[in-house]
């Protein structure tokens, strides 16, 4: 059975079209729409129930040796108050997920897990952790509220402490009044744009949530759904898991390589990645030139050969056009290229182009 987060109440006092997501009840849209909702933050302010994401606390003197074995990338120089992206592997290198790790001071950090993958990341991280490092499930403790887009910088400063909000990507502070509510709040997301994820008590969620609407509501903030954050990322070109990367896939292949440090002495799957040596796929951003929407699972084909097949895909509301990206053989095709998709069984006309698909100015 699914859970409700600490703000579905307010979901359905909005009109928020529920379904169920990752084991909870969440929003796939409001009233306003999809397509509204994502232009809405692209152009000014949304917000976002992500409660439904895992947080994972790991505390202790061995706790720093502990991630460096669990994952690809390297917290050893790691300062207090910043945020680090990662991948969680498997024995033979396949993911089992990515993440983001924050370093809260010497022997504690946060690690925040995808929603669907949360159960099975936690039991994989409990069976290997070394010896003094404790490990404990905060998921159930944490609600969790994103505010994304250009706006939201300055709408979060109008009911928090502006010289105490994190004022650079990737870094957080521990302590941050929001609504008069204490919280740890992160200059990161999931849609390419600015803004913070705001991590706080349950029971304040409602709170923050109500305070951050009204403080918005001249400037075009609306609440957005699991539907804008999904063509949001893709429009951003960011993986998402069970997607981009799984199982079958490890952090090369997926175009990861950034989060992944191959000099560190030893991160599980180390071995098996190394072994395969250059990666023999590759993820490319596909742009439709010919009419139709590209989605997920579809062959692609270069010079009538199958090459791959997409891992995402959808119309891009800001950009205007249909986008998709894949995983295929690698050196198969380079930017510009023309390519060909297969929907439904029939080809559409397509063209690699660079990634991300859309970046926002600065």
């Not at 505010?147 to 004022?167: C, E, F």
């Not at 997409?310 to 050196?331: H, I």
């Not at 029939?346 to 660079?354: D, G, H, S, T």
Request: charged share 25%; proline share 5%.
């Amino acid at each position: 059975m699914e859970k409700k987060t600490p703000l579905y109440d307010v979901h359905i006092a909005s009109g928020g079209k529920i379904v169920p997501f990752a084991g909870y009840l969440l929003p796939i849209e409001y009233p306003t729409g999809l397509m509204k909702e994502h232009l809405a933050v692209r152009t000014a302010c949304g917000i976002f129930d992500v409660s439904h994401m895992g947080e994972v606390l790991f505390e202790g003197s061995g706790a720093l040796a502990t991630l460096n074995r669990l994952m690809t990338n390297d917290f050893s120089n790691m300062a207090y108050g910043r945020c680090r992206y990662t991948a969680l592997c498997y024995e033979d290198g396949g993911m089992a997920d990515d993440l983001i790790v924050y370093r809260l001071d010497d022997e504690r950090f946060l690690a925040v897990v995808n929603a669907a993958n949360k159960d099975k990341d936690i039991a994989w991280m409990a069976e290997h952790l070394l010896d003094d490092t404790e490990m404990r499930d905060l998921s159930d403790e944490v609600a969790q509220i994103a505010v994304q887009g250009p706006l939201a910088s300055a709408i979060t400063a109008r009911i928090a402490d502006g010289a105490t909000l994190p004022d650079a990507y990737y870094t957080f502070e521990p302590h941050v009044s929001v609504a008069g509510r204490d919280c740890l709040v992160s200059r990161t997301g999931y849609t390419g744009e600015d803004g913070f994820e705001i991590y706080c008590a349950p029971h304040d969620a409602p709170a923050i949530w109500a305070a951050l609407v009204n403080a918005g509501k001249d400037d075009g903030l609306i609440p957005c759904g699991l539907g804008a954050r999904d063509t949001l990322r893709l429009e951003a070109s960011m993986p998402l898991y069970g997607h981009e990367m799984d199982e079958t896939v490890d952090p090369m292949e997926a175009g990861l390589s950034f989060g992944v440090k191959m000099d560190k002495p030893a991160f599980i799957g180390k071995e098996a990645i190394a072994a395969k040596g250059e990666p023999s796929r590759m993820r490319i951003g596909i742009e439709a030139t010919g009419r139709g929407i590209v989605r997920e699972h579809e062959p692609v084909f270069a010079n009538g050969k199958a090459i791959g097949n997409t891992t995402s895909g959808t119309y891009c509301p800001f950009l205007k056009k249909a986008c998709a990206m894949a995983l295929v053989e690698a050196g198969s095709v380079a930017i510009d290229d023309k390519i060909e998709v297969e929907v439904r069984g029939r080809k559409i006309a397509a063209k690699v182009v660079p990634m991300p698909f859309y970046k926002r100015k600065r």
